[in-house]
């Protein structure tokens, strides 16, 4: 064997055994002189801590920090003059490792170069009276320059300090704190050079809470932190700074750069960048407010995000500023979802300057944001959401789009847009629930150009549409919305009012107020836009948009809301009638709307109406109505309303001037029609200068008794009679007709139902010729027209009339 190989193993050979020597030594010393040691170490550690140290035990190992030495004091505990009242220790460890320089113990010194803390925790709190155990932290007596080796032993215990498995505790009662961390595994190493100490740590921590305040809830709650870096001390400036340190909390990674003054400026600034952080990452570690606040919006892409933290260390809220950046991201908040956003934000808890860092106090600003709502382009110049314990929105969006794209977007069952352009720019400011016009208030425009809008359920196109539309607060304002209709051309505007309530959860019935205009009204048309939809089983689409939602929340409040419509129009076609001045007040509300006032002009006389309309189920309706004719062309009258139902009788029979007045219910279908067997009501009507022309009963008479007399044009006095509108039909009381060429007198039932039963009084003087037959004077019902004949007028199953002899007449009730 090489000697020098040799010589090398008796130096390992006789250190070993001097090491062995004197781990031997040392350890049947310590054994030896335990109590006294343990007396000495609590002595010389209580010149520097506050408080009571107890140690349970002491002993020497070698193999765990070998080649150096190791004193483990046992169950270590340091507590407070009060600690028998709240059972609070500062300072627990079941193992503390003082390792002995190897070095210095060879030269005879005793120099400690590391502490080791295993299984046990540090309790620092202020209790509701204002008492703290944090006193016992403050060092008893600085050391002077010059001090002796023991006293700077002491103070090289924190060159080299590894935790392991403790727990720090921070609890301040008055203050509302509370920090709350596990330090699963901490490694700190100091190198000194003048008056500056550079830190190496290394760390690996669960923060359980980091409350500021607790009411307000945890930041980092529940999160692993990870790291490995340097911080610098400056011992003159009392200052610990460090500079763009790596640390995982999570799974994600941040820089902090920072800076500590912990001399009598006692503060601290604090700067945190990470890139590519989730939202919903973001919010784990914020306090429920601030992350409520925050998920407000939801962001799917990962943003960038630059945070400064400052204030004061001695208490008190620090100074939060948080900048963040996303591009190209989706958004998703409450009422609307974003595509390819991008934005650029802040949030900051001191919004106005001086009133504290706290969340009512606290903004989050976003501002250029611009995306697409389905294909519909979207720019928001800024949205702020305050004070994050009652929430309030401002936000201000414009948009120019394309008629047609509001279709993905809204997703109306009742609306499509077919073509056009259109421009829009709102502001709104108020609460983000429970809203209303008295914490609300909603701005801005949207109009529309050359647009052609299909009104789905009667498939009736407003074409050329021009229109403006105000939001006003609480209200939205049509100034005008003009188009064509069925070819002629309809001037709109309208307001509606608590059109806020529509973005709230607790909804206020809206009510609409609307005018229309139009030379000429196709009134079927009209009458079919105003409809109330009655709601039914319909099939929702496969995903249904945010707005679009809305859009049907719309139309289901308007249905339940109230609307008032005024229709005027200079001529009014409906059905077969051809009118002038027409003028109608109609009303909505719930399931009854109302035809307050309809008016027009009619030939030389006018027509008023009144209806009203319940409805009950979607296939039931009850109608009522009055109808007031005064001077009317019966002819024209009776072809303009179809006969009013009336069959074998029609305005090629009547002529004359009409005035009238019914006041009438009945039942009616989902389509609008009527159920004869429901009908109930009253009417009086007066017929003046009148004819029947090839009227068929009249001509079965002229057959029958008459054949020399000519009953094709008969003129008569006036007509009047009050007549009973009950069980399917017209109940006739006694009426005379006294005709140019007979006199009559008629009663009984005209039915709707193939129900007809009249009862006709022929008298006999009918049988010489009149001989004024132009002018027939006027006769009251209740004559009773002497030796008569009676005939008896009913119908078949087809609805055919018939007339026959009818002997027994008289001894007929009545």
Wanted: some cysteine.
């Amino acid at each position: 064997m090489n000697k020098w190989v040799k010589w090398l193993l008796r130096i390992l050979v006789s250190g070993t055994m001097l090491l062995l020597l004197i781990f031997i030594s040392l350890s049947y010393y310590v054994n030896k002189n335990k109590q006294e040691l343990i007396l000495k170490a609590t002595t010389a550690i209580h010149k520097n801590i506050s408080g009571h140290i107890t140690i349970g035990d002491l002993n020497v190992t070698f193999f765990r920090h070998f080649p150096s030495f190791s004193i483990r004091l046992i169950n270590v505990t340091v507590t407070d003059s009060l600690y028998e009242k709240h059972r609070r220790p500062l300072l627990t460890a079941e193992n503390l490792f003082v390792r002995l320089s190897t070095p210095a113990l060879l030269r005879g010194r005793l120099l400690i170069n590391k502490l080791t803390l295993r299984n046990g925790g540090i309790d620092v709190f202020t209790d509701s009276t204002g008492y703290s155990n944090a006193h016992l932290l403050k060092a008893k007596n600085p050391s002077p320059p010059g001090a002796n080796e023991s006293e700077q032993m002491t103070r090289q215990l924190l060159d080299w300090v590894v935790i392991e498995n403790f727990r720090f505790s921070l609890e301040d009662v008055p203050g509302d704190k509370k920090y709350d961390i596990n330090i699963n595994a901490l490694n700190a190493k100091v190198n000194r050079t003048g008056s500056i100490y550079s830190v190496t740590l290394k760390k690996e921590l669960l923060v359980n809470s980091l409350a500021f305040k607790k009411k307000n809830g945890s930041f980092i709650g529940n999160q692993r932190v990870q790291g490995e870096y340097q911080l610098q001390f400056d011992s003159k400036e009392k200052k610990l700074s460090f500079k763009d340190i790596k640390m995982i909390i999570g799974e994600q990674p941040f820089l902090f750069t920072g800076r500590f003054w912990l001399g009598k400026e006692n503060r601290f600034d604090l700067h945190i960048q990470s890139k590519q952080l989730l939202v919903n990452f973001a919010r784990s570690l914020l306090t429920p407010k601030i992350s409520k606040a925050v998920g407000l919006a939801d962001v799917k892409k990962p943003l960038d995000v630059n945070a400064t933290i400052a204030g004061g260390l001695a208490g008190g809220d620090p100074r939060v500023e948080v900048k963040f950046i996303a591009r190209n991201a989706d958004l998703s908040t409450k009422w609307i979802q974003l595509k390819n956003a991008s934005f650029t934000g802040e949030y900051l808890n001191e919004r106005i300057p001086g009133l504290g860092y706290t969340d009512e106090n606290s903004h989050i600003y976003i501002k250029e944001l611009t995306g697409q709502l389905d294909s519909l382009p979207l720019q928001i110049r800024e949205l702020k959401v305050m004070n994050l314990v009652s929430p309030k929105l401002s936000v201000q969006l414009t948009t120019q789009f394309r008629a047609s794209d509001l279709n993905s977007v809204i997703q109306s069952k009742t609306l499509q847009f077919m073509s056009g352009i259109g421009e829009a720019a709102i502001s709104y400011e108020g609460r983000t629930d429970s809203i209303s016009s008295k914490n609300s208030r909603l701005q801005g425009f949207l109009t529309f150009n050359q647009t052609d809008i299909l009104v789905i359920g009667p498939q009736a196109i407003l074409k050329n549409c021009r229109s403006r539309i105000r939001f006003e607060n609480a209200n939205l304002i049509v100034d005008s919305l003009n188009a064509n209709l069925a070819g002629q051309p309809v001037y709109m505007q309208g307001q509606a009012n608590n059109v806020l309530s529509l973005l709230s959860d607790d909804h206020v019935p809206v009510s609409l107020n609307w005018n229309i205009y139009a030379p000429v009204i196709n009134l079927n048309s009209i009458q079919s836009i105003l409809q109330r939809k009655i709601s039914a089983a319909t099939s929702a689409p496969a995903k249904k948009t945010k707005i679009g939602a809305t859009i049907e929340n719309i139309d289901h409040l308007l249905s339940s809301g109230r609307v008032t419509a005024s229709l005027r129009a200079d001529r009014l076609q409906f059905q077969k009638m051809d009118a002038r001045n027409f003028a109608a007040d109609i009303f909505l509300e719930g399931n009854k709307w109302s035809v307050k006032k309809a008016t027009l002009r009619h030939g030389d006389g006018s027509v008023l109406v009144t209806a009203n309309v319940v409805e009950l189920s979607p296939n039931q309706m009850k109608f009522s109505s009055t109808i007031d004719l005064k001077n009317v062309d019966a002819a024209k009258t009776f072809y303009a309303f179809e006969n009013f139902g009336i069959t074998g009788f029609g305005h090629h029979n009547l002529r004359g001037t009409l005035s009238a007045n019914a006041r009438y219910s009945l039942m009616m279908n989902g389509k609008g029609e009527p159920s004869w067997k429901t009908i109930n009501g009253t009417a009086s009507f007066s017929l003046k200068n009148g004819a029947l022309l090839n009227f068929p009963p009249l001509m079965s008479i002229q057959k029958t008794a008459f054949k020399n007399r000519d009953f094709s044009h008969v003129r008569f006095a006036e007509i009047q009679n009050k007549l009973r509108l009950e069980n399917a039909g017209i109940l006739i009381n006694r009426m005379a007709i006294n005709s140019s060429v007979l006199t009559l007198f008629v009663q009984g039932i005209y039915g709707f139902m193939n129900n007809t039963d009249i009862s006709i009084q022929v008298p006999l003087k009918n049988l010489k010729k009149k001989e004024d037959e132009a002018h027939p004077e006027f006769i009251r019902g209740d004559s009773k027209g002497g030796m008569s004949v009676f005939l008896r007028a009913s119908a078949d199953n087809t609805g055919k009339i018939s007339i026959k002899y009818d002997p027994l007449a008289r001894f007929r009730k009545k």
